[in-house]
């Protein structure tokens, strides 16, 4: 019996179109993902000789089957006919759910690198990836973390350098949005015209951090404010207090506050979790493997 440990970090989405519907019920989108420092512990333990079990810190993360993390290992011991002889995966969970941050999708994607490394790295990691992809849209990017264009599902993923760092304050308020009723209320009001990421990207490779800040977007966003009225008051206060600019991330809930100040960021994080409790500070996160 062994253990293993591991950490999901969440996602932002720096900028989210959505470009279609596409045949298979899916969505094309084009986005821009950057992963930050807030994240989930997993503790992973295999060969307990036990049948598996998944649970975690919090009641409302599904258990057992339900889980991604279940699906992501299932898939892993197929591809790789490795038989773990029990797992046990317990999760320390930070990530706000149903927040737009890939709170589940990294929990995958850290199993399955953790798995990987632990056997001795029988999957490349593209391998990883298209397995992860499988599981979920968004697991492929939580697998390569970083910062990233993606098209197609999200899972067609293009690198980029973002080397500055900068603070975020990411506030949740308490409801949560469903990523399928967020995509039907979309496919019924249709996607509004928006320029491209061709500005961010020049931002982010420019470390322009204004030029940045003026070209984040959210397609959802207004969508988003007529089911949660509570998300356009917190954008709001994010300005207030410092925030070169907010927006939501993913599908909602999560409002993020864009900060070149650590200082100002601090603050603003210490106002906001007076009314809201599930509000965070964290910066852009780098992989060191
Ligand atoms: P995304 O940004 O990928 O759209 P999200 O951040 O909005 O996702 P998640 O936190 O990933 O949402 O949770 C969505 C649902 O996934 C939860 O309500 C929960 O039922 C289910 N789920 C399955 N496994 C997990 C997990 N490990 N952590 C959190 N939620 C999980």
């Not at 990294?106 to 599981?135: F, H, I, N, Q, W």
Request: charged share 25%; proline share 5%.
């Amino acid at each position: 019996m062994t253990a293993i440990y591991a950490s999901g970090y969440a996602k932002l989405n720096l900028y989210l179109n959505v470009l279609g519907k596409r045949e298979d019920g899916y969505h094309n989108i084009e986005s821009v993902m950057q992963t930050i420092s807030l994240r989930d512990d997993m503790e992973i333990i295999v060969g307990t000789g036990e049948p598996w079990l998944i649970d975690s810190d919090r009641d409302d993360v599904p258990r057992n089957e339900e889980n991604i993390c279940w699906k992501a290992a299932e898939l892993f011991f197929q591809k790789t006919h490795i038989d773990p002889n029990g797992l046990t995966v317990h999760i320390l969970k930070r990530i706000p759910m149903g927040a737009g941050m890939a709170g589940g999708s990294t929990d995958a994607a850290a199993l399955l690198r953790a798995l990987d490394v632990y056997y001795g790295k029988p999957l490349s990691l593209d391998e990883l990836c298209l397995l992860g992809a499988k599981v979920g849209s968004d697991v492929p990017f939580c697998i390569l973390g970083g910062t990233a264009i993606t098209e197609e599902r999200g899972d067609k993923l293009f690198p980029i350098l973002h080397d500055p760092q900068l603070f975020y304050v990411i506030c949740k308020p308490e409801a949560s949005l469903s990523t399928k009723e967020m995509y039907d209320l979309l496919d019924r009001d249709g996607i509004p015209p928006c320029s491209d990421t061709k500005k961010l990207v020049n931002g982010i490779r420019n470390h322009n951090v204004q030029q940045i800040a003026k070209n984040l977007y959210n397609v959802f966003e207004p969508l988003a404010v007529r089911q949660e009225p509570e998300i356009a008051k917190i954008k709001q206060q994010m300005k207030q207090y410092g925030a070169l600019n907010a927006m939501m991330t993913g599908s909602g809930s999560a409002v993020f506050g864009l900060f070149e100040s650590p200082d100002d960021a601090f603050k603003a994080c210490e106002k906001l979790s007076k009314k809201y409790p599930e509000t965070f500070l964290a910066t852009n996160h780098i992989d060191e493997d």
